[in-house]
């Protein structure tokens, strides 16, 4: 298994070059300086951000500079905001933007599992079609109109919660996270429905009911940690979509956090924002799939051999 | 001829599943009126009546106008033609690649397999949305880079699939009687290959549009997708989520229209799957 694991490693490494070069000579081919303003400006001012951006030196050195900052975690100032470092914006945008994915996750995991593991128990009664048929309308629903209905529902009629922020009025959190968490529930209430019913009908918890186990003991104890299987490996690559979720909600409620800078770098064109933004990004997918991979290993003892 | 039994035994399915059915009918119905969107539209896309500025559903508007006194109803049906256009191209274009690459790497096996499946692992591995955003800010906010890009993203998993069904066709005894006797490799795709993979092609293409669309929309929602003038149905959310506490049909007839597509994509295309997949019949 270990060497499973190492090899995964090692296939992370290479994708992690390939995306911060192809990252980085994009920003520098793209057409138009960083300081392209509607005024021209001097040719000396030019001259000494390019100094200060380190842009005259050949792309090469170029390169080698910036990864070398970035491995000591320093990715350089921003294009658009003098004299604030790119560092400096995801470690102020990070913590938000972590802490409105964890309580998207965990409402998406309450949500989800409760509802798969009672339509699995349930099947094909109102208690199965109800709960799958609006994790349906949770799947084709997505982000940015939800959000949107949300707060014109809850917010905006009805007055019971806060339409933006974060951290500043009581209860200003909800809304984000039901939003972000939405899909998340709703894949997971499908996946967890699929796995519960596949293990439900295995002979082992036939035996477990034989022996006479509660209900309750049976499920807990023997047939969900077979039956969220299919949610963990689901796990890591949805890290990914809920970054670009991230995107969607944190520009709705106006929540400052990483995915709110990013859209406005890329809006802003703040070359060096977008370029320090992508490789940590990427590295984070990265790493998270290399984790529920892993975690995937670790429960399911055969998915080891293959 | 076992192969026109297949489809039509398909066919019978696919005709007596409900929610499928009633998908088609949206969609033909959609595509009909994407069509006719010049004809039929009540006023031209970019038609102002910035007198009358936004207002309510009425009997001359029938969804109500914007801010600038243009006919939310017009704009809709000019708006699903970039919509629809982006589901169909995009696709088209991870069809054609996936498929490809499918193909030649289960079909010729061994290094050449094994090299076309490594790339495509640590493509999966990269972060696409964030790709796309990336392209779409370096060379600019163009529809057709938004195909490509789109498509270039979106064919990894049919290249998976397509290979997967290429590998279990090729050592099927038909076909190595087929090579026995010395047919060409062209010929090989065109006759034994091809035919075979088209019920996963067609299933995975259908479900493939809806994700396109959504992924167009998202873009254009964050205001890097299509331009104004032109519209989709993602600008036209985006527009609605701007001036909602006010407008609300702004909002809620683009949003409706947009999620009544998906719903009828994912219902066709789970419905095609059932229908052509053999296993799903005894369910």
Redesign the interface.
């Known amino acids: 298994m270990i060497g499973i694991i190492l090899r995964r490693i090692l ?2 490494i ?2 992690l070059i ?2 911060a070069s192809i ?1 980085f000579f ?2 520098r ?3 138009g300086g960083p300081f392209d303003a509607e005024k021209k400006l001097p040719q000396e001012v030019i001259d000494n951000l390019n100094e200060v951006y380190n842009l005259n030196a050949p792309i090469y050195e170029q390169f080698y500079d910036y990864f070398s900052n970035v491995l000591v975690g320093d990715f350089g100032p921003s294009f658009r905001y003098p004299g604030r470092t790119v560092t400096e914006m995801i470690s102020t945008g990070l913590p938000v933007t972590f802490e409105l994915a964890f309580y998207a996750i965990l409402f998406a995991l309450l949500i989800g599992l409760l509802a798969g593991t009672i339509a699995a128990l349930k099947r094909n009664t109102f208690l199965d079609y109800f709960p799958m048929a609006i994790a ?1 309308l949770g ?4 982000t ?2 939800l959000g ?2 949300l ?2 529902i809850f917010g ?1 009629y009805l007055e019971l919660l806060p339409v933006s922020g974060w951290d500043t009025l009581p209860g200003d959190k909800i809304l984000p996270s039901i939003t972000l968490g939405a899909a998340y529930a709703a894949y997971i209430a499908r996946l967890g429905r699929g796995g519960m019913i596949e293990i439900l009908g295995q002979d082992f918890i036939r035996t477990a009911r034989a022996k006479g186990l509660t209900e309750t003991k049976v499920v807990i104890n023997h047939a969900l940690q077979g039956g969220i299987l299919p949610v963990v490996s689901f796990l890591g690559p949805a890290i ?2 809920l ?2 979720g991230s ?2 909600v944190e ?2 409620f106006q929540i400052p956090g990483l995915g709110k800078f ?2 406005e770098a ?2 802003n ?1 703040d070359y060096t924002m ?1 370029l320090g933004t ?1 490789i940590f ?2 590295a984070m ?2 790493f998270f ?1 290399l984790v529920s991979d892993i975690l995937v290993l670790i429960l399911n003892p055969r998915a080891r051999d293959s | 001829m076992s192969n026109s039994s297949l489809w039509s035994d398909a066919l019978r399915k696919l005709l007596k599943n409900r929610a499928a059915m009633f998908g088609v009918f949206i969609l033909i119905s959609l595509i009909i009126l994407a069509i006719l969107a010049p004809v039929i539209s009540p006023y031209p896309y970019d038609y102002q009546n910035l007198e009358l500025g936004a207002s309510a559903p009425s009997s001359a508007y029938l969804l109500g106008t914007d801010t600038l006194g243009r006919d939310l109803l017009s704009r809709l049906l000019y708006g699903s033609r970039v919509s629809l256009m982006v589901g169909f191209v995009a696709t088209a274009v991870a069809l054609v690649i996936g498929v490809t690459w499918g193909i030649v790497s289960g079909y010729f096996g061994g290094k050449v397999d094994a090299v076309m499946m490594r790339i495509v ?2 493509l999966y ?3 696409f ?3 796309i ?8 906010r163009n529809i057709w880079l938004l195909f490509g890009a789109i498509g270039a993203v979106e064919w990894l998993t049919m290249a998976r699939i397509i290979r997967g069904q290429v590998l279990s066709i090729k050592n099927q005894e038909y076909v190595l009687s087929a090579k026995a006797m010395g047919v060409s490799n062209f010929y090989m795709f065109r006759r034994h290959i091809f035919p075979n993979v088209l019920g996963p092609i067609a299933v995975y293409a259908t479900l493939t549009i809806p994700q396109v669309m ?1 992924l167009e ?2 873009l254009s ?4 997708g299509i331009q104004p003038p032109m519209s989709s149905w993602g600008t036209l ?1 985006r527009y ?2 701007e001036s ?2 006010e407008y ?1 049909w702004l ?1 809620v007839f683009p ?1 409706i229209t ?2 009544i597509t ?2 009828s994509l ?1 219902f066709f295309g789970d419905g095609l799957r059932d229908a052509l997949d053999p296993k799903t019949s005894s369910d």
């Open positions: 296939i992370a290479p994708v390939v995306v990252t994009l920003t081919l793209a057409p349906m799947i084709c629903v997505p940015f109109l949107p209905f707060v014109l905006i990914a979509g970054l670009a995107f969607v520009t709705i990013y859209v890329a809006f064109r977008i992508t990004f990427s997918i990265i799939n | 692992d640590i591995g990269l972060p949305i964030i790709f955003i990336l392209l779409m800010v370096v060379f600019g959504l929309a998202f929602f964050l205001g890097l959310i609605g989520v909602m506490e609300w909002l949003g947009f999620t998906l719903f994912n």
